[in-house]
C-alpha cells in the first residue's frame, strides 16, 4: 500500500460526475495497493474517454469504440498489467458494441468502467444507445424514437462472469465495485451511472439519486435469472451493485500459449523453432 | 517441363489428390509450381488446379497443358484446347463424353475395395506412372494428408491406378528433393514468426484466411497467440494493443477487411505504435470475387486513411520474398513506429512453389530502440532529428508510456497548440526520410541492352521474368524489366537511370487503371508508352504477356 496516484487538471464541465468517477479510480487503485507503473488506463474518445489523461499511469487513449480490443490485446500481451478501461456509453455500446459483446466472449481479465450518462457528450447532446425514449436532443429533434439498449441485462445474457451498476454520487459503493471489477479474473463491466449536466437534463444528478438504491445484502449474484430480473430494474428504482458474478477461467487460463506460463512479452522463443517449421514443409 | 490440370467440382477432393500429388514430384527432385483456381463455392462449380514440375526453376503457371486429370466432363470442355498436340486426358471410365482419354475404372475399383473416396487415389498412381515417378513417394505423404485408418486402402488404390497406365514421360531428373514446398500466405506466416511475432488476430477472409489458419495451427510451437477478432477493426486495434504492450503483433486480410482497418492505421501512424498489415488482395470492389486475383489495391493502400503519417508499402513478389520481406516489415514497423502494410494477393497467397529452405541469418534482428530502464522524466514523443523517440513496454520500468489519437505534446497530452501539432507533424514525417535511405530498388531482369523496358510490381514478378525470357530468345527486339517489391514510398534510382535506356516503357498490371504507372508518374514524371493490364480475376502467365506485348509492338510498327 501507500503508492498513490496523482490526478491532473481536466477540461470537464463543473458539476460533471466525471470527477467523482476520476476520483473514485484514483482511491481504488490506491486501496488495491496498485503501483502506477504497472497500470494501464485505456479509453476510446468521448468525454470519459479522457479519464485516462488525468491519471499517472500507462495509458492508450485510442479510436473511439475500440477500446476494448486494444486494451485486451495489451493484457494477452502483458499479464502484468492492470488494465481497465474507463470510457462512454456511445463509446462502449454504441460504436464498439460489437466489440462491447465479443469482448464478454473472450473474457480477458480487464476492468470496463462505463462512465453511462446516457448520452453524447463530447459531440454536445445526441442520443447514445442508452438516452431514454422521447428525449428531445439536437439530433433527436422532436424525441428519441430508438428503444434504449438495457447493458448490463445484455452483458449477463451474453456471458460475462462480472456485471456491476454503480453510481458516480455514491463515491464509497463506486469504488467498492471498482475494486471488485479489478479484482475479478476476467472481463468485469461496472455501469456507472453519470450525469452530464450540460447536455443530459432528463437523467440528472438528482434523477439518479432519487432512484437507486442498493441490492439487498442477502441478495445472491450467482442466480442468473434474479440477476436478469434485477438487471431489468431501470424506472423508479434502480439497483445498484454486483448483479451478477460467477468464477470462471478467464482467457489467459484457457489460452495453450499463456496459460501458467510468463507474460507474454517475456516469453522466448526456441531459436530452433523455425527450422522444424521449415522442415515440416520439406 | 510439364504442366498437368487436376480439374473437377468442389468438394470432389481435387485439393487433396494436388497436394500429394505436387509433394511427390517434389520428393523425386522436381522443381514444382502449383497455381490455383477456385470458385467461391464448397460444392459444385469448376474448380482447377495446375502443377507445373521440371528440372529448372519455374516462376509462372502456363496454360500450355501435357495433361488434363478430369473430374467431370466439364473439366474436358473448358480445357482441351489448351491441351499440346500429344497431350493426354485421364478421366473416369464412367466419362463418355466425345474425346480420346485414358480412361480407368476409378469409381468402380475405388466401390469395390470399399470405399468410393479413394478413387483420387487411384489418379494418383495412374498420374504418377505417366511421369515416371515411383509410388513410394505418394505412399510417404499420405501419411500426412489421410486418416490413419485409411491409408492401406487408399495405398492399394494408387497402386491400381499405377498399374493401369504405362509410362509416358520420362524423369528428367532434378535438385529440389529437400527444397520447401510452401503457398505464399504459409510463407508470410513464416516470417512473420522469424521476426518473433508473438501476437496475431484477424477476421476470416479469402484469400487471407490460410495464414490465420497456419499460425493457429502452428502458433502453440511457435509462441503465437492467435486471435480470432469479431471483425477486422478489432482484429487491428488488437495487434496495435498488442504492439504498444511490447510483442511483435500482425493483422491479416483482404481488401474489403482492409477497408474496414483504415482508421486504426491511422492511430498506429499518430500514436506512433508498430503494425503490420497484410492484405492479400482479390478482385473488388466490395466482396469483388472472393477466391481470386488482383492488383488493384496499391493507391488505396497508400492512401488510405484520414490525415498525413508515415507508412510503408511492401509487395511481395515470390515465395521468397513472401518470407524475407514479411519478416523485413517488422523491422521497419519497430525501427520507425509505424505501419508496414505487406501487398499479396491471391495468386501468389494460394500458389504453392518449391523453394530452398529460408536462411535465417536474413532476417533483421529485433531493432533495439525499445528499452525498459527506469525515466521518471520520460517523454514517449520526445521531438528528434530522425523522428524516432525511444520507445518503452508499459509495466517493465518507473515510467509512464503513454498513446493518443488525439494530437499530443511530447508527454503524449492532448494538445490544440498550433505550434506542437505543427512540430509533431513534422517529426513524424521526419521518419519517411530514414525509410527511403533503406529501400531496396526493384529488381532488373533481362538483358542489360535492352530497347523495351516493362515495369511491374508485386506476383506479377514471376510471370514477367517467364515473359522476358521468352521474348529475348523471339523477337528482335531485347527486353529488360524492372519489378518492385518496395513500393511505397517509391525507390526511383534504377528506375530513372533504366527509363533514360529505354525505347518504350510498358507497364504489367492485374488491374483495370495502370496504378503503378500512375505513380510512376507521379513520383518520377516518366510516362509509360503502354500497358498490359488484365483484371478479369485469372492472373496473367508469362506467354500471355510476351504474346499481348507482341501484338502490341506489331500494332505500334515496332
Ligand atoms: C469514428 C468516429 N466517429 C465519431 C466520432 C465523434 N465522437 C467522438 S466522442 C463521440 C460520442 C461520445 O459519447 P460517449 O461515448 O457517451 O462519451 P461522453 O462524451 O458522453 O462521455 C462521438 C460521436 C469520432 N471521434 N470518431
Ligand atoms: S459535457 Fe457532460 S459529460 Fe462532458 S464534461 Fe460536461 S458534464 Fe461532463
Ligand atoms: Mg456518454
Keep these: 500500500m501507500g503508492k498513490s496516484f496523482s490526478t491532473y487538471e481536466t477540461a470537464w464541465c463543473p458539476g460533471c460526475g466525471n470527477f467523482s468517477i476520476l476520483k473514485c479510480l484514483k482511491t481504488a487503485l490506491e486501496e488495491l495497493g496498485k503501483d502506477p507503473h504497472e497500470v494501464l488506463v485505456a479509453a476510446g474518445i468521448g468525454q470519459a474517454a479522457k479519464t485516462p489523461q488525468y491519471i499517472s499511469a500507462n495509458t492508450f487513449c485510442g479510436l473511439h469504440g475500440r477500446s476494448l480490443p486494444a486494451a485486451a490485446a495489451a493484457k494477452i500481451a502483458n499479464e502484468g498489467l492492470t488494465v481497465i478501461v474507463n470510457t462512454g456509453d456511445g463509446d462502449s455500446y454504441g460504436e464498439g458494441g460489437n466489440h462491447f459483446i465479443h469482448a464478454i466472449r473472450r473474457n480477458v481479465n480487464i476492468a470496463h468502467f462505463v462512465h453511462n450518462n446516457q448520452i453524447y457528450g463530447l459531440t454536445k447532446g445526441q442520443s447514445s444507445p442508452t438516452t431514454s425514449l422521447g428525449h428531445t436532443t439536437n439530433a433527436q429533434a422532436y424525441g428519441n424514437i430508438n428503444h434504449p439498449l438495457n447493458p448490463v441485462l445484455l452483458a449477463i445474457s451474453a456471458g460475462a462472469g462480472f456485471v456491476a451498476r454503480s453510481f458516480c454520487g455514491d463515491q464509497k459503493h463506486l469504488v467498492a465495485m471498482m475494486k471488485e471489477a479489478i479484482s475479478y479474473k476476467g472481463y468485469a463491466l461496472v455501469d456507472i451511472l453519470q450525469n452530464c449536466i450540460s447536455f443530459n437534463k432528463v437523467n440528472t444528478f438528482a434523477w439518479y439519486r432519487d432512484r437507486v438504491y442498493y441490492l439487498e445484502d442477502d441478495y445472491d449474484p450467482s442466480d442468473k435469472i434474479k440477476a436478469m430480473e434485477r438487471a431489468m430494474e431501470f424506472g423508479d428504482r434502480i439497483p445498484i451493485g454486483i448483479l451478477y458474478r460467477e468464477e470462471r477461467p478467464d482467457y489467459h487460463e484457457m489460452n495453450r500459449i499463456l496459460a501458467g506460463r510468463e507474460p507474454l512479452v517475456d516469453q522466448v522463443r526456441d531459436p530452433g523453432t523455425v527450422r522444424e517449421l521449415m522442415l515440416e514443409l520439406v | ?558
Excluded at chain 2, 295 to 316: C, K, N, T, W, Y
Excluded at chain 2, 482 to 506: E, Q, R, S
Aim: hydrophobic letters at 40%.
Design chain 2, 1 to 558: 517441363m510439364y504442366n498437368i490440370l487436376v480439374g473437377g467440382a468442389a468438394g470432389q477432393g481435387i485439393d487433396t489428390t494436388v497436394s500429394i500429388l505436387e509433394k511427390a514430384f517434389k520428393k523425386s527432385g522436381y522443381f514444382v509450381y502449383t497455381f490455383r483456381d477456385f470458385m467461391s463455392r464448397i460444392r459444385g462449380g469448376h474448380n482447377f488446379m495446375v502443377i507445373r514440375f521440371g528440372n529448372e526453376e519455374i516462376t509462372s503457371h502456363s496454360s500450355k497443358l501435357d495433361g488434363i486429370i478430369a473430374l467431370n466432363e466439364e473439366t474436358v470442355y473448358i480445357h482441351r484446347d489448351n491441351l499440346k498436340k500429344d497431350g493426354f486426358i485421364l478421366c473416369d471410365s464412367s466419362l463418355k463424353g466425345d474425346f480420346d482419354a485414358i480412361r480407368i475404372p476409378m469409381a468402380d475399383k475405388a466401390k469395390e475395395l470399399g470405399n468410393p473416396r479413394v478413387a483420387g487415389s487411384i489418379s494418383i498412381g495412374a498420374v504418377l506412372k505417366l511421369f515416371s515417378v515411383e509410388l513410394e513417394y505418394a505412399f510417404d505423404i499420405m501419411k500426412d494428408h489421410i486418416k490413419k485408418d485409411y491409408i492401406e486402402i487408399n495405398r492399394e488404390a494408387a497402386r491400381f491406378g499405377y498399374d493401369s497406365v504405362e509410362c509416358r514421360y520420362p524423369h528428367t531428373g532434378g535438385g529440389y528433393k529437400d527444397y520447401m514446398l510452401i503457398s505464399g500466405n504459409q510463407a508470410v506466416a513464416l516470417g512473420a514468426i522469424a521476426a518473433g511475432l508473438k501476437f496475431y488476430s484477424a477476421y476470416p477472409m479469402s484469400p487471407a484466411t490460410p495464414i490465420m489458419e497456419y499460425l493457429s495451427r502452428h502458433g502453440v510451437k511457435a509462441g503465437v497467440v492467435m486471435e480470432q477478432a469479431e471483425d477486422e477493426i478489432a482484429a487491428i486495434n488488437m495487434a496495435i494493443g498488442a504492439s504498444y504492450a511490447g510483442v511483435r503483433a500482425m493483422t491479416g486480410t483482404s481488401g474489403g477487411g482492409f477497408s474496414l482497418m483504415v482508421e486504426a492505421l491511422g492511430l498506429s501512424g499518430i500514436a506512433e505504435i508498430p503494425v503490420v498489415v497484410v492484405n492479400v488482395q482479390r478482385p473488388g470492389p466490395a466482396t469483388g470475387l472472393p477466391t481470386r486475383t488482383e492488383q488493384a489495391d496499391l493507391r488505396f493502400a497508400i492512401h488510405a486513411s484520414q490525415g498525413e503519417f508515415p507508412r510503408m508499402v511492401i509487395a511481395l513478389r515470390s515465395h521468397e520474398d513472401a518470407f524475407y520481406q514479411t519478416a523485413r516489415a517488422f523491422h521497419i514497423a519497430d525501427k520507425y513506429q509505424m505501419p508496414v502494410i505487406i501487398l499479396s494477393d491471391q495468386y501468389l497467397g494460394d500458389s504453392t512453389s518449391t523453394v530452398q529452405m529460408y536462411d535465417l541469418s536474413r532476417v533483421p534482428s529485433t531493432a533495439p530502440l525499445v528499452s525498459c530502464e527506469d525515466d521518471e522524466g520520460y517523454l514517449r514523443y520526445r521531438i528528434t532529428d530522425d523522428g524516432i523517440s525511444l520507445r518503452k513496454i508499459p509495466g517493465k520500468g518507473k515510467y509512464f508510456v503513454t498513446a493518443d489519437s488525439d494530437e499530443h505534446d511530447e508527454s503524449g497530452a492532448i494538445t490544440e497548440s498550433a505550434e506542437v501539432r505543427r512540430n509533431m507533424a513534422d517529426k513524424r514525417m521526419r521518419k519517411l526520410e530514414g525509410v527511403v535511405k533503406e529501400l531496396q530498388e526493384p529488381e532488373f531482369i533481362g538483358d542489360e541492352n535492352f530497347d523495351i523496358l516493362l515495369v511491374g510490381w508485386e506476383s506479377t514478378y514471376g510471370p514477367i521474368k517467364e515473359a522476358v525470357k521468352i521474348l529475348n530468345s523471339e523477337g528482335s527486339q531485347k527486353y529488360g524489366a524492372l519489378v518492385f517489391g518496395d513500393i511505397y514510398p517509391l525507390p526511383t534510382k534504377l528506375l530513372t537511370a533504366k527509363a533514360a535506356m529505354a525505347k518504350k516503357i510498358y507497364n504489367i498490371e492485374q488491374n483495370a487503371t495502370g496504378q503503378l504507372a500512375g505513380l510512376i508518374m507521379e513520383m518520377t514524371g516518366i510516362k509509360c508508352d503502354g500497358c498490359i493490364l488484365k483484371y478479369d480475376g485469372r492472373q496473367i502467365s508469362g506467354e500471355e504477356i510476351a504474346d499481348r506485348l507482341q501484338k502490341l509492338l506489331r500494332k505500334e510498327g515496332l
